[in-house]
T-cell receptor, first 113, second 110 residues
Framework: KAGVTQTPRYLIKTRGQQVTLSCSPI?????VSWYQQTPGQGLQFLFE???????NKGNFPGRFSGRQFSNSRSEMNVSTLELGDSALYLC????????????FGPGTRLTVT | EDKVVQSPLSLVVHEGDTVTLNCSYE??????LLWYKQEKKAPTFLFML????IEKKSGRLSSILDKKELFSILNITATQTGDSAVYLC??????????FGKGTRLHILP
């Protein structure tokens, strides 16, 4: 069974631009969660989607948004990029909503210059 | 504010040693505690603990939760170089929100 895939793996953007990251969950998994990981803050929860609906949201500004499609694939969008948005963005999928026993993807490394 | 604190932040030991990693938490409406291993990019799930005093074991790794004192430990016995990684502790509350600690970076010397 294929694992969680994320595209692109690396991305360089400039301040003020926007970016869209993609995540394909493990086949059959309906929950997708997104995380931001930085050296200073560690791994922080962004949001969780289940059956195309946002179930939960972390403490991030409205510039961070996401959506989930009917095939459970999810996208995350960050608008008006700031230098502090440079991070590893991880997505994780699980069979059901709730966030435990998640399977993580390899991440997208975003650098904002 | 909910928080999860892991200690030590980093640890260097020799192969064959036993290590204990700590995780303490202050989280409202606690539901479960999770341990992950992060080697390069993707964290991999190790354990989920919900009840106090019940040890979860997988090979050389084991973990236990103390809900009265609000902490968990992860033990690794007979460490191997392949155990080198960042170990993440996270707590899930009843609103299904997950809070991660900053991790313990473990390095095993051959």
């Amino acid at each position: 069974k294929a694992g969680v895939t994320q595209t692109p793996r690396y991305l360089i953007k400039t301040r003020g631009q926007q970016v869209t990251l993609s995540c394909s969950p493990i086949s059959g998994h309906r929950s997708v969660s997104w995380y931001q990981q930085t050296p200073g803050q560690g791994l922080q929860f962004l949001f969780e989607y289940f059956s195309e609906t946002q179930r939960n949201k972390g403490n991030f500004p409205g510039r961070f948004s996401g959506r989930q499609f009917s095939n459970s694939r999810s996208e995350m969008n960050v608008s008006t990029l700031e230098l502090g948005d440079s991070a590893l963005y991880l997505c994780a999928s699980s069979l059901s909503a709730g966030g435990y026993e998640q399977y993580f993807g390899p991440g997208t490394r975003l650098t904002v210059t | 504010e909910d928080k999860v604190v892991q200690s030590p932040l980093s640890l260097v030991v020799h192969e064959g040693d036993t290590v204990t990693l700590n995780c303490s938490y202050e989280v409202t409406n606690f539901r479960s505690l999770l341990w992950y291993k992060q080697e390069k990019k993707a964290p991999t799930f190790l354990f989920m603990l919900t009840s106090s005093g019940i040890e979860k074991k997988s090979g050389r790794l084991s973990s236990i939760l103390d809900k009265k004192e609000l902490f968990s430990i992860l033990n690794i016995t007979a460490t191997q170089t392949g155990d080198s990684a960042v170990y993440l502790c996270a707590v899930l509350n009843r609103d299904d929100k997950i809070i991660f600690g900053k991790g313990t970076r473990l390095h095993i010397l051959p």
